[in-house]
């Protein structure tokens, strides 16, 4: 599954769920004859387009069954689920395996369907992607397909649920440069990707200021993923002199490869940080499904220069 592109949104918090989670609502069915209806049609809008729509808006049983699987995913049991939410159910959200979502937070929901039916008002379907972010600006996303009821003893019940990774299209990367000395002490203590990340940016030369030196020096240049990748996506890191193309030199690569989707990349290397002998840092990106790569990062080592792509 893939999802088009990230967006800014907002954290769904458990607490906007407190009030109403009593009441029994069938908002957006009333004087219809649809047995489906749109998110467009429930929120206003262009049916015929993918629309998105402020988790305030969210009727209270989208967002408590939004949130029950959030809070699943993240390792909450079934029974704190309940406790804390007044869902039932919960317990057909399985945690995926050996992924941890306990670090992230979510910062963006799209709900791409809304349903219901005529025969059985109270039962409701919701799909949409779950974006997460964690303190790296690292982002993994999911896909939720939860159908529920909103009657009985508890005010939602999770009847079905299915929820599988992710993967954006293009994904963001960054870029930084270090010392060639600070190279040991960074590799050293890495025990996963936070640990390298942190330290690269914490020995990283600031290339935002213009006037670095210009003899040439042993550096490294660290490039990450920030999104989470998927087996079978192909990568290529290397330096060029031509902006133009994805294509590069990339004899020197070394990629690092850490688990549940995350990847870096490091060019070592003798070089100047100064305008009249900057290159360009490539990086091309192949999902399993393309037909070719295409170019994801696009950046200068010139002093100043603003990354592209």
Request: glycine residues 8%; positive net charge; aromatic residues 10%.
């Amino acid at each position: 599954m893939s999802v088009t592109s990230r967006k800014t949104l907002r954290v769904l918090a458990a607490a906007v769920l407190s009030a109403g989670l009593a009441a029994c609502v069938t908002d957006g069915g009333s004087g219809s004859n649809n047995n489906a209806f749109s998110v467009s049609n429930l929120f206003g809008g262009d049916a015929t387009k993918r629309v998105r729509v402020e988790p305030e808006r969210f009727p209270f049983h989208v967002k408590a069954a939004i949130t029950a699987a959030v809070m699943r995913l993240k390792g909450a049991s079934p029974a704190r689920v309940s406790r804390e939410l007044g869902v039932a159910g919960s317990g057909i959200v399985a945690p995926e395996p050996g992924f941890d979502y306990s670090g992230f937070a979510v910062q963006d929901i799209e709900l791409v369907k809304y349903e219901w039916s005529e025969d059985a008002p109270l039962n409701r379907r919701i799909e949409g992607f779950l974006h997460f972010q964690d303190g790296y600006n690292r982002h993994a996303a999911v896909r939720f397909d939860i159908a529920y009821e909103i009657a009985g003893q508890s005010p939602v019940t999770l009847t079905e649920a299915k929820i599988a990774p992710a993967f954006v299209q293009k994904p963001v990367v960054e870029m930084y440069v270090v010392p060639g000395r600070a190279v040991e002490a960074i590799s050293k203590p890495v025990k996963d990707y936070g640990d390298l990340y942190r330290l690269v940016r914490q020995y990283a030369i600031p290339m935002q200021q213009a006037g670095a030196a210009s003899q040439a020096a042993d550096h490294a240049i660290f490039i990450f993923f920030q999104d989470r990748l998927p087996n079978g996506d192909e990568l290529q890191v290397g330096i060029s002199q031509v902006r133009a193309g994805p294509e590069s030199f990339t004899g020197a690569t070394r990629y690092f490869a850490f688990k549940t989707g995350w990847v870096a990349a490091m060019i070592p290397g003798k070089f100047a940080l100064s305008a009249d002998k900057a290159f360009w840092v490539k990086v091309a990106h192949k999902a399993k499904e393309a037909k070719k790569p295409t170019l994801v990062g696009l950046f200068s080592t010139e002093p100043g220069a603003a990354p592209t792509s």
